[in-house]
């Protein structure tokens, strides 16, 4: 078992000190994922995991750990960044559901996972993204983030 | 293992048609969860299950299955009334975070799941709140509900 981040250096973390999404939620890659789009209040990134395939983030450009530590606008804007690319993967994977998980467990600074569910999954399951390590080629995660910036261009 | 809602009656589901969540989000009593109180988008419900201390839900008052279908107004007022919730919740048990989950995958009527995760538990873990069952007495039950109704109040 995984343990927490002891509280004292959580504390420090959950008010942005050596948070490491500040740090790579920007870059083109970083060790979990692919930069696809910057959207007004978000980074919208691809995991490199895609064991559950479409396994999307967004993340909030600037730092903060819970909901309510948002302003109305940023809280609102956030949310229609989130809407926005759920749509887009609907149209791609065209899954049962989209799931949509705002964890921040292991890094506490807001993003959302969005998962698509397939027909074939258990609807008892939460989304665990990371119970198995499936790995794509460069042209297949290429692909997928030219798709993906293509429909949240409109 | 679950098997999902067949596709022509899931899309059904979707659309509203035989929702359960419509016909028994606002009743003082459901068989999976308490009314804690009305908020202006949103019903909040204790969940009976409470083997993760805290486990709330917090309903949309209309039919929708996912996020996109809400118009702008109304999608910062859900995540309006989310945020709120969390902070009581965060005040109340004191987690090392909050987790949202917006799944839907049993019944597609857009409702957050709220759960406290505390510093004992695995951070790599999603929330898995059935995972084990765990009920309460009554008057258990009534202590955290006028708790959180009281701290919604402000």
Chains 1, 2 share one sequence.
């Not at 078992?1 to 490491?20: D, Y």
Request: aromatic share 10%; glycine share 4%.
């Amino acid at each position: 078992m995984t343990r927490w981040t002891p509280p004292e250096q959580w504390t420090r973390l959950k008010s942005g000190h050596g948070c490491v999404i500040c740090a790579d939620a920007h870059l083109d890659e970083n060790p979990f994922s692919y930069l696809v789009t910057e959207l007004p209040h978000s980074f919208v990134r691809l995991a490199r995991n895609q064991y559950m395939p479409g396994w999307t983030n967004v993340t909030l450009k600037r730092h903060a750990s819970e909901l309510w530590e948002l302003a109305d606008e940023e809280l609102a804007g956030f949310w229609t960044d989130v809407a926005r690319t759920a749509r887009v993967l609907d149209d791609i994977y065209h899954p049962a559901k989209i799931n949509y998980g705002v964890f921040g467990n292991l890094c506490p600074h807001v993003h959302c996972h969005l998962v698509p569910r397939m027909y074939g999954d258990d609807p008892t399951k939460p989304p665990n993204m990371t119970e198995e390590e499936v790995h794509l080629t460069m042209a297949e995660y290429t692909s997928i983030i030219e798709t993906l910036r293509r429909q949240l261009a409109y």
